[in-house]
């Protein structure tokens, strides 16, 4: 019998540790922790994940403001707001979220968030910290995947970690993650992407697979190893509804623990971002 990796039922665990640190924080130093989120257009789906971020954010005991800016806002402007957060002491995290419209550019933008309250940890300095292994912020997906392992108890030491998908948000970051000493890392990683040969051989060697190509339903069973952890990063809207990246039904018979899709992986990123809002806060 297979494990299925409970996400929804963690987050909320996690959420009610994060309430409790919240509340101890805020009676020792009088500071609510407070996270700015930026909203450059009309996107339903990013009005959508910003909603949630700012409900979770109230659930917690946490402080939010949301900036709606229009569709047409300038890179200068965007970058003025950015620039007044950086320097608001009250505003602890601040979040750009994305997709920004065609003429800003989305890297000049995370670059000027200040990487003392770049909760999602795109800024190039925390990106080079992670990998250094002194991390500042953790990107919440990412994060999210590893406290799922430590919490479950899946050794990720010595282990053969098979990452399918390389983008700068979910595939690279656990890379390097995972490759760090310590605990829930360790381990011996290999990071697959379109231009990988041979791919079901390479990602049948692996103890724990993790998957975020956004393609549905692609990982099937021969190409999980017998016995292997398998966590589905991702989210496609089909006609049968949200699947994953992995043949759930088709695929978890072969595996030891494996995430659903929904109530995996995704239920557990927004309760990261959480965490990275009261580090901010903290100063640590
Ligand atoms: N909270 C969450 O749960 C969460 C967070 C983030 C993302 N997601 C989901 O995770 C999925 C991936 O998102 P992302 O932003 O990480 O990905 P992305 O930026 O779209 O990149 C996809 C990656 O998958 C690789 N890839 C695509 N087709 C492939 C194939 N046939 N074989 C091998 N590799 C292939 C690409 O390779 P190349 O680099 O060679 O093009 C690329 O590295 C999406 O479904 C997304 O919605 C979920």
Same mark, same amino acid.
């Given at each position: 019998?297979?494990?299925?990796?409970?996400?929804?039922?963690?987050? &909320?665990?996690?959420?009610?540790?994060?309430?409790?640190?919240?509340?101890?924080? !805020?009676?020792?130093?009088?500071?609510?922790?407070?996270?700015?989120?930026?909203?450059?257009?009309?996107?339903?789906?990013?009005?959508? /994940?910003? @909603?949630?971020?700012?409900?979770?954010?109230?659930?917690?005991?946490?402080?939010?403001?949301?900036?709606?800016?229009?569709?047409?806002?300038?890179?200068?402007?965007?970058?003025?707001?950015?620039?007044?957060?950086?320097?608001?002491?009250?505003? %602890?995290?601040?979040?750009?979220?994305?997709?920004?419209?065609?003429?800003?550019?989305?890297?000049?933008?995370?670059?000027? =968030?200040?990487?003392?309250?770049?909760?999602?940890?795109? %800024?190039?300095?925390?990106?080079?910290?992670?990998?250094? $292994?002194?991390?500042?912020?953790?990107?919440?997906?990412?994060?999210?995947?590893?406290?799922?392992?430590? &919490? /479950?108890?899946?050794?990720?030491?010595?282990? %053969?970690?098979?990452?399918?998908? &390389?983008?700068?948000?979910?595939?690279?970051?656990?890379?390097?993650?995972? *490759?760090? &000493?310590? !605990?829930?890392?360790?381990?011996?990683?290999? =990071?697959?992407?379109? @231009?990988?040969?041979?791919?079901?051989?390479?990602?049948?060697?692996?103890?724990?697979? !993790? *998957?975020?190509?956004?393609?549905?339903?692609? =990982?099937?069973?021969?190409?999980?190893?017998?016995?292997? =952890?398998?966590?589905?990063? $991702?989210?496609? @809207?089909?006609?049968?509804?949200? *699947?994953?990246?992995?043949?759930?039904?088709?695929?978890?018979?072969?595996?030891?623990?494996?995430?659903?899709?929904?109530?995996?992986?995704?239920?557990?990123?927004?309760?990261?971002?959480?965490?990275?809002?009261?580090?901010?806060?903290?100063?640590?």
């Amino acid at each position: 019998m297979t494990t299925i990796l409970n996400g929804k039922e963690l987050s &909320r665990t996690l959420r009610s540790e994060i309430t409790q640190q919240v509340s101890e924080f !805020i009676q020792k130093t009088g500071i609510t922790p407070c996270l700015a989120a930026i909203l450059v257009g009309d996107d339903p789906a990013s009005q959508v /994940y910003v @909603r949630n971020k700012e409900k979770a954010c109230a659930e917690v005991g946490m402080k939010s403001q949301l900036f709606r800016l229009p569709a047409d806002t300038t890179q200068e402007q965007l970058l003025e707001l950015v620039d007044e957060l950086n320097h608001d002491d009250s505003v %602890h995290g601040i979040l750009c979220q994305l997709p920004l419209p065609k003429q800003i550019n989305e890297k000049v933008i995370l670059d000027a =968030v200040s990487a003392d309250k770049d909760v999602d940890a795109f %800024h190039p300095v925390n990106v080079g910290l992670i990998l250094q $292994g002194r991390p500042r912020f953790l990107p919440c997906t990412p994060f999210g995947i590893q406290e799922m392992l430590k &919490r /479950y108890g899946i050794e990720t030491a010595g282990k %053969h970690v098979v990452i399918l998908g &390389r983008s700068d948000i979910v595939g690279k970051p656990m890379a390097a993650m995972m *490759v760090q &000493r310590g !605990i829930g890392a360790d381990s011996t990683v290999t =990071v697959c992407h379109s @231009r990988t040969a041979n791919l079901p051989s390479i990602t049948s060697q692996a103890d724990i697979l !993790i *998957v975020a190509i956004g393609k549905p339903k692609f =990982v099937t069973p021969e190409m999980v190893k017998d016995g292997a =952890v398998v966590v589905d990063v $991702g989210i496609n @809207r089909t006609e049968e509804g949200l *699947v994953g990246d992995v043949d759930f039904e088709a695929v978890q018979a072969k595996t030891s623990a494996i995430t659903p899709v929904p109530g995996g992986v995704g239920p557990l990123t927004i309760t990261m971002l959480l965490g990275n809002t009261l580090k901010a806060a903290q100063g640590k």
